[in-house]
């Protein structure tokens, strides 16, 4: 995964630093090839052993044309209230999965996400960083 220079405090680079390591850690006891929520679940397990704050399905309010919708967002994994991570377990990254990772980062209001594949035999193919800047738009940092 290539990082760009990137305007993040440095207590964010840290926590992301750990969230990837995390993420091979899980890959690499579990390998590709289980359900979505498996890998979920590892994931917490292995935040909680790292003493890492986390919520998981963490509703997000929704206003469309000043009402609240009744379906609140809800991210697959939110880390010290900072990080999204959406999970995914595909043969392919799709455009799709991309935009939603981008739309998540705008409506949350949130710096920095990953959009985490493990449905790779490497996972390091299988992990994208996105980074808010400001009020432009998110810029994706990877292969």
Known sequence: MKRL???LPDRIERLATQIVDACYTV???M???LLESVYEDCLC??????RMPFGRQVPVPLKYKGAEIASPLRLDLLVDDTIILEL???HTLEPVHEAQILSYLRLASKPLGFLVNFHVQN???G??????????PPNSEHN
């Open 5 to 7: 220079h990137s305007s």
């Open 27 to 29: 890959h690499r006891e």
């Open 127 to 136: 992990i994208r960083r996105y980074v808010m800047s400001g009020n432009n």
């Open 123 to 125: 996972i390091g193919s």
């Open 88 to 90: 995914k377990c595909v």
């Open 45 to 50: 397990r292995e935040f909680n052993l790292r």
């Open 31 to 33: 390998g590709p090839g």
